[in-house]
């Protein structure tokens, strides 16, 4: 294992800390954003079984239920990624 030094010129270390900081920042309401958005990916029956890491049946079953919401387009069933994980959230409360 390599060390790497990292030689920082013309700054104080306030400066430097709020500016790790502020990135820091950025990142996570960037992931944050690039998270809401992929929640209204929708998926197929396959794709939702596997995110939840069930079967088919399984699936099935809890759809018959109303525990996961799901729609057709034209005979497909369909399931919006954000209604599974809500479902998978409310699922685990106690």
Same mark, same amino acid.
């Given at each position: 294992?390599?060390?790497?030094?990292?030689?920082?010129? =013309?700054?104080?270390?306030?400066?430097?800390?709020?500016?790790?900081? &502020?990135?820091?920042? $950025?990142? !996570?309401? +960037?992931? @944050?954003?690039?998270?809401?958005? =992929?929640?209204?990916?929708?998926?197929?029956?396959?794709?939702?079984? &596997?995110?939840?890491? $069930?079967? !088919?049946? +399984?699936? @099935?079953?809890?759809?018959?239920?109303?525990?996961?919401?799901?729609?057709?387009?034209?005979?497909?069933?369909?399931?919006?990624?954000?209604?599974?994980?809500?479902?998978?959230?409310?699922?685990?409360?106690?």
């Amino acid at each position: 294992m390599s060390k790497e030094i990292l030689q920082v010129e =013309n700054t104080n270390s306030d400066d430097l800390t709020n500016k790790i900081v &502020k990135d820091v920042i $950025i990142g !996570l309401k +960037t992931f @944050w954003s690039q998270n809401q958005n =992929n929640s209204e990916i929708i998926l197929s029956r396959e794709e939702a079984a &596997k995110l939840l890491s $069930i079967s !088919l049946v +399984t699936l @099935w079953d809890l759809t018959r239920k109303d525990k996961i919401p799901a729609f057709r387009i034209g005979n497909k069933v369909r399931y919006k990624k954000s209604d599974v994980l809500n479902a998978l959230t409310k699922k685990n409360q106690f």
